[in-house]
């Protein structure tokens, strides 16, 4: 037929093909593809004359197989087209996509009317190749297939045959394999491309899992498909995916973590590379080594410590290297009796960890040092001795006059690792001399009617040698008015002499060299109402404190008959003994305790006038007190001026105690009346707040001013300020008042730089001082303040006041500074103790000082009564030139303290300056134990008249001796005489 090629050319080369017989999605494969094949395909063609295989040039020139037939002018047309036998592989459904063009019949000119515009796809399954066999009725018929179109109109209106594209599913399929079969039944119709395939999910990796090639079942179920991991990884969670029909990787579940030592990387686990680590499994990169640590080689699950430097078995691989902490520095001990506080700084290097601790070993060395042994025994570490977090420990219960040697090691997590010698900060001290501890266990070995038989075990701690006993006994129901003293030698007495049927109680302490211990608790014991015999054994009476009922009674009587002739006080209303003690001499008007009144509030409207709140006006607060706050005010009482006052208030919510000891302070204040005493205007108690009200001190406490007004006064000025304070205490003391807190502080200063002095109280006069620290007996005492007496055994007397007083003066004249400036508390006692005294402030006149040294005298016998003071202050005022010589100052005070021994009056610039000051001062007055005489040819004194005024070392040769240490060599070995 010669139309038929140029009929069929027109399939192949127009535009439109161009792109369609390309690409294939990567999830099917091929089972068969005409346009592979560049040979003849060999497809069997029925009847011969039907289907034309022809060659031909797909859009890029690449020759491909195509089959054609166009028998439009005949009828009955049954043309058969089998391609070969196409192996089924795994699939289970098929796809057939044919490529083909196909003319209507409108555009064949002079066709007869068996023009068809369709064609059928049919299949056979077999098991295997049939060869050339082909009978047409074992096909099954797939699809009738009809082109979408034929032709396209371009835009220049010609008509182009148009490439269809059809694909059909074939599915289950079930043999080995199949045959299609195109049946043209007078179609014109050119097959361009033939390709059959199936659907799979291709291999994938995912979440570190490999996922193989799947062909989805034939049904809509999807395939669950198992992952595995892949290399150097394990499973998190069983990996899976679901495999579509459609070849579609859905739903993935699960995960792999590549292994210790191996990283991700794109859909790999890698191992680390050198100088990183990775100590567990999972997805995140390999970390860097840490600080002092390395990873020579690749892969590593952990980095290697540099030479000395570990990781504990806690610490995690990705913390630093650390090593053992240096030693701690800075030891400082603190020596009480027997016990020792130690204290140190943090090591300079803690080897890169926070957890330092600190263990102390106590050793007990012999004198030289040279044999140590561990301690043994009772010693107590509070809080422990080993693993310390902070940098202090007591060392408690250590033996009297001892020398110890305390080791100090600060260890961290990795010091048991290391095996580098261990470091100490040692300190070594020696134990102070301290009194035995109380006698714990107190028997009765035998009563009587009239004795009883006792012994004891010595006391747990007796540091040092027992030198007696001392028994203090009494009734019971004479609650220790009346008692009795014995001194025993050995741990046994007899006491004789006791009533019988009768209670006693009973204290035991222990005496060494060091002084008395503390009392054992009260026992009791009971005399029989029977006879028996006692022995006395060793017992000795050495004293007997009697003061009977009788007595005090028939002494209160007497006092109360001269007090209220002599003092206006009221006899009828406190009648009772307890005044007593505090009853001075008759004729002289004398302080009352208040705390002896049974009812305080008596005591508060005995000597303090109740005022009217209303004539109060408070304006603000100047400061806070213990009790509540202290504020500034005016006073309007009827018939008098307006005044400016202070008001102490207390403040709400006080307990009765409190409001007893707050009111004890105006009872006190209110029984004096001095210029240089702080004056009680009056109390408010009957309305809240409760208030105290004095007069108004506008220039605040002493000390602050002072430091306010840093080096702005004369010398005539602060000794006149002096002069004031030491006339208040004169006058207290002749009331018979023992302030105890006597501190620049406590002086309040008016505008016109009257000074007063104030802070009075019982109780409380030591508990709200910030200075008042407690004591080894329990007392809370100002230290630096107070005199050594009254630290040591609570010897509060005037004398103790004027050790004060001095303190007072070298404050006053070093314009506020700190006495002994940081020293400690502990230091300082050491210190006084060992004869060291505070060195003179700047500038300060040697009058002054050595009126303080005199005013620190050991022996308080020796030291200035406040009347002496007060002469000697109003004498240098009087002659101002006195106070022109100059008190040797050392070169840097902050740091020294004078040993009191090499310290006197030879302070002086020269025996001349000294000499002429001499001439102008009633000189005597100033050495204590001096009469008051005059002291008129001092010019020609020789020493020997020196020696008669108290002056015993003197002369430029004596000048003051450098003795002069460093605190903090003083802080850490104690002070060192020169
Ligand atoms: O240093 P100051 O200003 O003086 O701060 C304290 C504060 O109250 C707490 O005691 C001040 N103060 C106490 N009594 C008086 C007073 N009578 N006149 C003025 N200020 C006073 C003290």
Known sequence: ??????????????????????????????????????????????????????????????????????????????????????????????????????????????????????????????????????????FSKIDTIAADESFTQTDLGDRILKLNTEVREVGPVAQKGFYLAFQDVGACVALVTVRVYFKKCPFTVRNLATFPDTVPTDSQALVEVRGSCVNNSREAEPPRM????????????????????????????????PGFYKSSPGNLRCSKCPPHSHAHQEGSAHCSCEKNYFRSEADPSSMACTRPPSSPRNVISVINETSVILDWSWPADSGGRKDVTFNVVCKRCSAGQRKCEACRGAVRFLPRPAGLSNTTVTVADLLAHTNYTFEIEALNGV???????????????????????????????????????????????????????EVKFYEKQEQETSYTILRA????????????????????????????????????????????SISSENSQVVLVAISSAVAIILLSVVVYLLLGRFCGYSKSKHPDEKRLPFVRLPGIRT????????????????????????????????????????????????????????????????????????????SIMGQFD???????????TRNKPVMIVTEYMENGSLDCFLRRHDAQFTVIQLVGMLRGIASGMKYLSDMGYVHRDLAARNILVNSNLVCKVSDFGLSRVLEDDPEAAYTTRGGKIPIRWTAPEAIAYRKFTSASDAWSYGIVVWEVMSYGERPYWEMSNQDVIKAVDEGYRLPPPMDCPAALYQLMLDCWQKDRNNRPKFDQIVSLLDKLIRNPSSLKIIANAPSSPENMLLDRTGADIATFCSMGDWLESMHTLSCKDIFNGASYSSCNTLAKTSTEDFKQVGVTILGPQKKIVSSITALETHAKNGPVPV
């Not at 290391?418 to 109380?438: G, K, L, M």
């Not at 050995?490 to 209670?503: A, E, Q, S, Y």
């Not at 409001?659 to 105006?666: K, P, T, V, Y």
């Not at 001095?674 to 408010?684: A, F, K």
């Open 242 to 273: 679901y495999c579509s029909t459609e070849g579609e990787w859905l739903v993935p579940i699960g995960k792999c973590l590549c292994d210790v030592a191996h990283e991700p990387r794109g859909v790999t686990c890698q191992v680390c590379r």
């Open 489 to 532: 030698k050995g741990t046994n007495v007899t006491l004789n002499g006791l009533k019988p049927d009768t209670i006693y109680l009973l204290q035991i302490r222990a005496r060494t060299a060091a002084g008395y211990g503390g009392s054992s608790r009260k026992f009791e014991f009971e005399t029989s109402p029977d006879s028996f």
């Open 674 to 684: 001095h210029p240089n005493i702080i004056r009680l205007e009056g109390v408010v």
């Open 1 to 138: 037929m010669d139309c038929k090629p140029s009929v069929l050319l027109l399939f192949l080369f127009s535009p439109v093909c161009q792109g369609h017989l390309t690409s294939h999605h990567s999830n099917e494969v091929n089972l068969l593809d005409s346009k592979a094949s560049q040979g003849e395909l060999g497809w069997i063609s029925y009847p011969s004359h039907g289907w034309e295989e022809i060659s031909g040039v797909d859009e890029h020139y690449t020759p491909i197989r195509t089959f054609q037939v166009c028998n439009v002018m005949e009828y009955s047309q049954n043309n058969w087209l089998r391609t070969n036998w196409i192996p089924r592989n795994s699939a289970q459904k098929i796809y057939v996509e044919l490529k083909f063009t196909l003319r209507d019949c409108n555009s064949i000119p002079l066709v007869l009317g068996t023009c068809k515009e369709t064609f059928n796809l049919y299949y056979m399954e077999t098991e295997e190749d049939q060869g050339d066999q082909f009978w047409e009725h074992q």
């Open 591 to 666: 302080y009352v305790d208040p705390h002896t009144y049974e009812d305080p509030t008596q005591a508060i409207h005995e000597f303090a006038r109740e005022l009217d709140a209303s004539c109060i006006a408070i304006d603000k607060v100047v400061g806070a007190g213990e009790f509540g706050e202290v504020c500034s005010g005016r006073l309007k009482q009827p018939s008098k001026k307006e005044t400016c006052v202070a008001i102490k208030t207390l403040k709400s919510g006080y307990t009765e105690t409190q409001r007893r000891d707050f009111l004890s302070e105006a």
């Open 415 to 469: 010091s048991a690792l290391s095996s580098e010698p261990r470091q100490f900060a040692t300190v070594t001290i020696t134990t102070n001399q301290a009194a035995p501890s109380p006698v714990a266990v107190i028997r009765k070995d035998r009563t009587s009617r009239n004795s009883i038989s006792l012994s004891w075990l010595e006391p747990e701690r007796p540091n040092g040698i027992i030198l007696d006993y």
